[in-house]
């Protein structure tokens, strides 16, 4: 009986601490090749829209770290893209788990 009462706050801090550095986005291959770069490296490329992302940004009220959120984002505006017949991303902005960028069908 003790020992089960110990076990659980054990395993919902482990739970807790755990989840959020879990990434969930998988990119598929296809959507592997679409390159993400800068604003000023697409002057010879076709812009086909705009892409918008969203992931979650907190877990159980606990922020999700930085670098994940982006990479999960990103893996999903270069799907996007790729879907809209782009092959080149630029990131515009990322704020609490949104993710704002351009599609661009280049050369």
């Keep these: 009986m003790k020992i089960e009462l110990l076990f659980r706050p054990v395993a919902l801090i482990a739970i807790t601490v755990l989840i ?5 986005v998988k990119i598929p291959d296809d959507a592997r090749a679409v390159a993400i770069v800068e604003a ?3 002057g010879n490329c076709q812009r ?4 918008s992302t969203n992931v979650a940004w907190k877990v159980a009220g606990i922020k999700r770290g930085e670098n994940k959120i982006r990479v999960e984002l ?3 505006a270069r799907e996007r ?3 809209m ?3 080149t991303v630029v990131r ?3 704020r609490e788990g949104t993710g704002e960028y351009s599609a661009y ?3």
């Design 85 to 87: 017949g782009g092959n």
């Design 105 to 107: 069908k280049c050369p």
């Design 92 to 94: 515009e902005s990322i």
């Design 40 to 42: 000023s490296a697409v």
């Design 48 to 51: 086909l829209g705009s892409v």
């Design 74 to 76: 990103d893996n999903l």
């Design 20 to 24: 959020p550095a879990c990434t969930w």
């Design 81 to 83: 893209t790729f879907g």
